[in-house]
């Protein structure tokens, strides 16, 4: 398959309401949607970064000035590329793996198309549908959280995340549990805390949580290990499991017993999948995390989250959870609490145009 060129557009779309996480409130989703055109036909992908460098260090700006001087023209120069190829030819630039994760994905569709395969079939997917769970971003007070996590109960997900950051954590975490004693619950910090604040991370042990997700900072891999010895809730890693080496090296120094995956984060789904075979190996559970996704990545998560190993309920929730407009023709709904694996070729979503040009703020074309 060779890329004849590929198309970026920045867009940026509302959110329902506002998200409000340990780093800071988004109201407008900024996201880059990539388009290969290639002799086989077209292919979407995502690049999950945001506006400003709060949740890692990559970031829309940055991403698309990468995208365009080099990670986007090497590809160009490739003849009969392959989605396993895209990670080794990109490999000599370093970091970026969000951009690196949507160009990848825009090859995997349209690769998988042209050979009339879902992207679910082609990672291993098991299941038709999977559980949906909900991130509950921080509200203004424990009663709004609680009303806010009720409401997505009403609409069936079946696990609740909340956001946690100090000072809006074991009271907010006690509301919720008070008010609802028998759901599945977890909750997610943001690498908002130190070692310093043990004692405040061990008084959520009571609540019966599922897990604990990103505690301290990206690289604190060490002080994880220490932190999961003083607490009973299991410590899930996020920010800090970069890579299937990432993952290996805090398996290995017990600083997580469950990972949370993100394609986009890890550097694609290729590198997801490997992730997930290593945990399996290992014995760890592993889940699907989101980055408030379009209809294109959200398709893909559910892909990824069909995978024998995602045992726990990921972040794979309705669209409607963040956009009242997704840009793909049919956007993931929630049946019984469920969200359906597409299994179309390729991704299996058709692209609403009309949505993406309204939405569109910046647009490029890199050419051969
Ligand atoms: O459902 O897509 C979703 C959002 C899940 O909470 C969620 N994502 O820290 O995991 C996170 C958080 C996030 C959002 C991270 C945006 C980075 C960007």
């Given amino acids: 398959m060779d890329i004849e060129s590929v198309e970026l557009r920045v867009l940026h779309l509302p959110l329902v309401q506002p998200f409000t996480t340990s780093f800071g409130t988004e109201t407008v989703r900024e996201v880059i949607v990539v388009r290969v055109r290639t002799s086989a036909g077209d292919g979407w992908g995502e690049i999950v970064t945001q506006h400003a460098p709060l949740y890692s260090s990559e970031y829309t700006g940055g991403a698309w000035d990468v995208a365009r001087r080099f990670l986007v023209p090497a590809l160009l120069a490739q003849r009969r590329l392959t989605p396993q190829r895209v990670a080794n030819v990109l490999a000599p630039f370093v970091g970026h793996r969000m951009v690196k994760a949507g160009l990848e994905l825009a090859v995997l569709d349209a690769s998988l198309r042209r050979a009339g395969r879902s992207l679910a079939g082609f990672l291993g997917g098991v299941v038709p549908r999977i559980p949906a769970g909900v991130s509950v971003g921080i509200q203004a007070d424990a009663a709004a959280l609680v009303d806010a996590v009720g409401g997505y109960l009403g609409e069936g997900y079946r696990r609740i995340k909340i956001k946690i950051a100090p000072g809006r954590d074991v009271a907010d975490t006690a ?54 010895a003083r607490l009973r809730t299991p410590v899930c890693l996020d920010e800090s499991i970069v890579s299937d080496k990432a993952a290996a090296d805090a398996l290995a120094l017990g600083a997580a017993a469950i990972i949370n995956i993100k394609a986009g984060r890890v550097g694609g789904y290729l590198e997801a999948r490997r992730i997930h075979d290593r945990c399996v190996a290992a014995g760890v559970p592993v889940w699907c995390g989101g980055m408030l996704e379009t209809g294109i990545g959200r398709a893909a998560n559910a892909a990824l989250a069909s995978l024998p190993g995602f045992t726990l309920p990921g972040d794979v929730s309705a669209s409607s959870r963040f956009y009242r407009h997704d840009i793909v023709a049919e956007p993931i709904t929630l049946d019984d609490g469920f969200v359906t694996v597409p299994s179309g070729d390729g991704l299996g979503i058709e692209i609403d145009h009309a949505a993406v040009e309204a939405a569109t703020v910046e647009r490029l074309d890199v050419r051969a």
């Fill in 175 to 228: 509301a919720v549990r008070a008010a609802f004693p028998e759901i599945a619950l977890q909750v997610d910090a943001n690498s908002a805390y130190t070692l310093d604040d043990v004692d405040t991370l061990a008084a959520l042990d009571a609540y019966d949580l599922l897990l604990i997700e990103q505690p301290l900072q990206e690289d604190d891999l060490v002080d994880h290990a220490r932190l999961a």
